[in-house]
């Protein structure tokens, strides 16, 4: 990305047109490379509307995320520090989503176990260590 937004030439919005371009790239992977693997596997062309729903929302708002992330470079924000608020905090709100709001365990929040709390604390950890500390 960072040599894709140098080399468009643009100080400007040289990032949003290199951003552009990994849009297309995602197109080609995420629509183009379902569609071929669908077809050799015969797959049958119906789809139910929750399961649309929901893909297409997952899709917006990770494209949202990655548009934001964009934008947080555009205004100076220094890389090590937003990518660490990415990389670790998207990855925490996504287990705790996934683990509680979607899927809640039967016994409550007593059946959580030690380590995934550990793991959602290492990572918030991790991600606050990255960006109060990065190399100089």
């Excluded at 030439?9 to 071929?36: C, H, Q, W």
């Excluded at 929750?50 to 990655?66: D, E, F």
């Excluded at 990518?83 to 979607?102: E, T």
């Amino acid at each position: 990305m960072h040599i894709g937004t140098k080399e468009m030439g643009d100080p400007v919005n040289g990032r949003f047109k290199a951003f552009l371009f990994i849009g297309l790239a995602y197109f080609i992977i995420a629509v183009v490379a379902p569609i071929v693997v669908l077809v050799i596997n015969k797959a049958e062309w119906q789809f139910t509307s929750k399961g649309v729903v929901y893909s297409t929302l997952a899709g917006m708002v990770g494209a949202i995320g990655a548009f934001c992330l964009q934008l947080a470079l555009f205004k100076g924000g220094p890389p090590t520090s937003v990518a660490s608020i990415i990389f670790a905090g998207a990855p925490m709100v996504n287990a705790i989503a996934a683990a509680l709001v979607f899927n809640p365990p039967k016994n409550g929040l007593a059946a959580v176990k030690w380590q995934f709390i550990l793991g959602v604390v290492l990572a918030a950890a991790g991600g606050y260590m990255v960006s109060a500390f990065p190399p100089k």
